[in-house]
Every structure is written in structure tokens, then in C-alpha cells.
């Protein structure tokens, strides 16, 4: 196998550990969204406001909620694109430093456990902001 092959078959791999163990630790496997019904993406609020009737309190405490996670979730990338950057050029030595590469691994996930812990953060928050009212429609909104 040439050098060329290996590192393709390498990141092939890696990728495919990456994203097994991020539909394992969400949940998902074909169950689609898990917080389906209890948990609104600003998104779907913002576009459902006016029938909403939030208040203006509500927007800003909304609107407040989105840019810290957007903050904190920039910072999460960029620990991200280094440690993946780290593990590539790992995967690049012959042979492979397990401890170094796998070292590199935990942190890339501990990174996107941290992005997803922030949006779920959010989410909770939104939804702490909406009235009973509120929330209903939405669910009635999700279903359809």
C-alpha cells in the first residue's frame, strides 16, 4: 500500500470513528431529533414571532442566548481545527504514535462535546423564556 493510500484510508477511518461516535453519544441513531417537542431552535421562534407574541424582553433574552453560544462555540472550533490538525499530521508518521493520535482524538471530541453542551445550554434557556402558550405552538408547528 503507498504512502498516498494509507494516509486516504487513514482519514477515511477517522472520520468514519468521528462521526459513529457523535450519532452514538447524541442519541439519534434513526430516531431523528431527540428534543423534538421540548427543545426550539431560535431559528423556528424567531420565524414564528409575531404569531408568538414575544415581547420584547423575550427577543433580546433570545437574541442574548444566541451570541454567547455563537461566542463559545468559535472558541470550541478553533480547538477543534488544531486538534484535527494534530492528529493528521500524526496519521502522516510511520509509524503512528497510538497514544499521541488517540491524545488528539480525546481532545477533538472533548470540543464538540463542549459545542454541543452550549447549544443544548441555549436551547433550555429559550425555552425557559416562553410561556406555556408559547411552547405549544411550537410542538403544534414541529409536528407538521
Same mark, same amino acid.
Given at each position: 500500500?503507498?504512502?498516498?493510500?494509507f494516509f486516504k484510508s487513514s482519514i477515511l477511518l477517522l472520520c468514519l470513528a468521528i462521526v459513529s461516535s457523535i450519532s452514538l453519544a447524541q442519541g439519534i441513531r434513526g430516531k431523528g431529533d431527540v428534543f423534538k417537542g421540548k427543545l426550539f431552535p431560535p431559528k423556528i421562534i424567531l420565524e414564528h414571532q409575531d404569531t408568538l407574541g414575544l415581547t420584547k424582553n423575550q427577543f433580546k433574552a433570545i437574541k442574548a442566548a444566541v451570541v454567547e453560544v455563537?461566542?463559545?462555540?468559535? =472558541?470550541h472550533e478553533w480547538d477543534m481545527r488544531e486538534a484535527y490538525r494534530r492528529v493528521l499530521a500524526e496519521l502522516d508518521e510511520t509509524p503512528i504514535d497510538e497514544g499521541k493520535a488517540l491524545e488528539n482524538i480525546r481532545t477533538v471530541l472533548q470540543a464538540e462535546n463542549q459545542v454541543k453542551l452550549a447549544q443544548v445550554t441555549m436551547l433550555i434557556r429559550i425555552r425557559n423564556l416562553l410561556t406555556d402558550e408559547q411552547i =405549544?405552538?411550537?410542538r403544534k408547528q414541529q409536528r407538521n
Open positions: 500500500m503507498t504512502k498516498t493510500m455563537q461566542t463559545n462555540v468559535a =472558541e =405549544e405552538y411550537l
